[in-house]
């Protein structure tokens, strides 16, 4: 079955950068348009970086400019790069395809953002 593993979360200081992995098996990884959510407390999920390939990307408006998304076919991975973060970026992160597989959330990796 499909499955996803994210990496890379950790405690940051408002204004430094993180770079978050995520590991796909069970799919061919290189048909799927792929994207990065994120879930605060108390909000819904949502979605902030998108991609089909690496010219073909799209962000929500609170990380554009900060948040690079990326992917390598050959290794089934997603990146995210994040950049200048702020302590509203506070969140679980998670992968998953732009058309979400229900059953394939992972456990998500934690991005805090405070001094």
């Known amino acids: 079955q499909v499955q996803f593993v994210e990496s890379g979360g950790d405690l940051v200081q408002p204004g430094g950068s993180l770079r978050l992995s995520c590991a796909a098996s069970?799919?061919?990884?290189?048909?799927?348009?792929m994207g990065w959510y994120r879930q605060a407390p108390g909000k819904q999920r949502e979605l902030v970086a998108g991609i089909i390939s690496d010219t073909r990307t799209n962000y929500a408006d609170s990380v554009k400019g900060r948040f690079t998304i990326s992917r390598d076919n050959g290794k089934n991975a997603l990146y995210l790069q994040m950049n200048s973060l702020k302590a509203e970026d506070t969140a679980v992160y998670y992968c998953?395809?732009?058309?979400?597989?229900?059953?394939?959330w992972g456990q998500g990796t934690q991005v805090t953002v405070s001094s």
């Open positions: 998953n395809t732009k058309s979400p597989i229900q059953s394939a």
């Open positions: 069970g799919m061919i990884f290189r048909l799927y348009a």
